[in-house]
């Protein structure tokens, strides 16, 4: 476990001992990676605070059988895991309503445009669309939120050499796609 982690895992152990301020630095020090992990799994930018906040409100309300066997990121992650799956289930048995006409154009009306590295974050965000979710997911965990191999595949649930694999497959397919998207540049010029 890096420091940082062991910092969080300590935060959450005190946390469950009762100590409210623990809490408070649990939460601050992870939120900003469990919004990041949520968005990439759900892909839903309208419901990525809900998923967030549906993820904290489980551990705190589990957070008295933490023991502290991993790191309490990881711990949380899976949890963050399993709120996207649920919802996931959860809007699979009910319709979507839109109260607007024409709700394709209300979306695109409602998109940040004009903000530095927007779209440089939308390109990011099409090309980890393009890799199979196992892949994506293996690669958003270890190289965009930066836990260990190890923490990836127990959040995962899964063998550390099948994450190892998918991070690799992962970058092969985002350098394939990133070469093909300059050869036409490179020709141009």
Same mark, same amino acid.
């Given at each position: 476990?890096?420091?940082?982690?062991?910092?969080?895992?300590?935060?959450?152990?005190?946390?469950?001992?009762?100590?409210? =301020?623990?809490?408070?630095?649990?939460?601050?020090?992870?939120?900003?990676?469990?919004?990041?992990?949520?968005?990439?799994?759900?892909?839903?930018?309208?419901?990525?605070?809900?998923? *967030?906040?549906?993820?904290?409100?489980?551990?705190?309300?589990? !957070?008295?059988?933490?023991?502290? =066997?991993?790191?309490?990121?990881?711990?949380?992650?899976?949890?963050?895991?399993?709120?996207?799956?649920?919802?996931?289930?959860?809007?699979?048995?009910?319709?979507?309503?839109?109260?607007?006409?024409?709700?394709?154009?209300?979306?695109?009306?409602?998109?940040?445009?004009?903000?530095?590295?927007?779209?440089?974050?939308?390109?990011?965000?099409?090309? !980890?669309?393009?890799?199979?979710?196992?892949?994506?997911?293996?690669?958003?965990?270890?190289?965009?939120?930066?836990?260990?191999? *190890?923490?990836?595949?127990?959040?995962?649930?899964?063998?550390?050499?099948?994450?190892?694999?998918?991070?690799? =497959?992962?970058?092969?397919?985002?350098?394939?796609? !990133?070469?093909?998207?300059?050869?036409?540049?490179? *020709?141009? *010029?």
């Amino acid at each position: 476990m890096t420091s940082a982690d062991e910092s969080i895992t300590a935060w959450a152990l005190a946390a469950r001992d009762g100590d409210c =301020r623990a809490v408070e630095q649990f939460v601050r020090a992870v939120h900003r990676d469990v919004q990041r992990y949520v968005a990439y799994l759900c892909g839903d930018p309208q419901t990525v605070d809900d998923l *967030a906040q549906d993820t904290f409100l489980r551990a705190l309300t589990s !957070l008295h059988r933490f023991e502290g =066997r991993s790191s309490a990121r990881a711990w949380l992650l899976t949890i963050a895991r399993r709120a996207v799956i649920d919802s996931y289930r959860y809007t699979a048995t009910r319709p979507r309503l839109s109260d607007v006409p024409d709700w394709q154009l209300a979306i695109e009306l409602t998109q940040p445009c004009n903000v530095p590295g927007f779209d440089d974050g939308i390109a990011l965000l099409d090309l !980890l669309d393009t890799l199979p979710p196992q892949c994506r997911e293996a690669f958003v965990l270890t190289q965009l939120l930066g836990l260990p191999y *190890a923490e990836a595949a127990e959040v995962s649930d899964c063998p550390i050499g099948t994450v190892r694999s998918r991070v690799a =497959r992962a970058r092969a397919a985002l350098l394939n796609l !990133l070469a093909a998207a300059d050869e036409p540049a490179t *020709a141009a *010029a």
